[in-house]
């Protein structure tokens, strides 16, 4: 866990110093949210029944950009060969980065939830607000754990910026469900009690990705090098 949170406080520190991917994340699920909001005109009730298909689009789109970029540094002066060669076990980097691209992906919670309640005119109180943010926790986990991995698959790949969606993609499908299914309960309601069977479907894919992902990184950074 020591080697966990070294690698991890190493990566915020590096977010923190070049704050323009952060930025750029940002950006652009906030254009995504837009484009759905122009293409889609000033038809209210669409854009309200279309938000939580939205925010998760929005998060699944701009975690392809942040992703691309959680390998870019440690590929410039061969540093993910370095950290190869010192006593570190790829498992804890993996945990680590994974851990960093799913917190930088659940701080656009706040940011892009907030926009969508102005744009698509939503009316939700408190509870609502916070069980979208939960939602999108999750589907943010869930995006993590199997993007770290193909990253560091494509990061040697020239065309990594189209290799990494067209392999991500198809395995997120079961969290990019939950995470939509769970949300538009949360802002619609629950008549029928299924909100409690669509976050637990979203944990088990979690924790399902977060194990296996873990254990086939080895493969994915030391076979390459």
Do not use: H
């Amino acid at each position: 866990m020591r080697v966990v949170w070294s690698i991890l406080a190493k990566d915020l520190l590096l977010e923190w110093r070049e704050r323009a991917r952060t930025l750029s994340v940002v950006l652009f699920a906030v254009v995504t949210l837009l484009l759905f909001s122009f293409a889609l005109g000033p038809d209210v009730e669409a854009l309200r029944a279309g938000t939580p298909g939205f925010l998760v689009l929005a998060l699944l789109l701009s975690s392809t950009l942040a992703l691309n970029e959680s390998f870019r540094i440690e590929r410039e002066d061969r540093a993910l060969e370095g950290l190869l060669m010192r006593p570190v076990g790829s498992m804890a980097m993996f945990y680590a980065k994974a851990l960093a691209n799913a917190l930088l992906l659940t701080l656009l919670a706040p940011v892009v939830v907030g926009l969508a309640v102005v744009l698509y005119s939503l009316e939700v109180g408190p509870p609502a607000l916070a069980g979208l943010v939960g939602c999108w926790a999750l589907g943010a986990a869930g995006l993590a754990a199997p993007g770290t991995l193909y990253a560091a698959m494509t990061s040697r790949l020239k065309t990594q910026d189209v290799a990494l969606p067209i392999l991500l993609f198809p395995l997120v499908v079961p969290v990019l469900l939950g995470s939509v299914k769970a949300m538009d309960l949360v802002l619609f309601g629950d008549a029928m009690n299924q909100l409690q069977s669509w976050v637990s479907l979203l944990l088990a894919f979690d924790v399902i990705y977060w194990a296996v992902c873990g254990v086939l990184f080895r493969y994915a950074v030391e076979e390459g090098e």
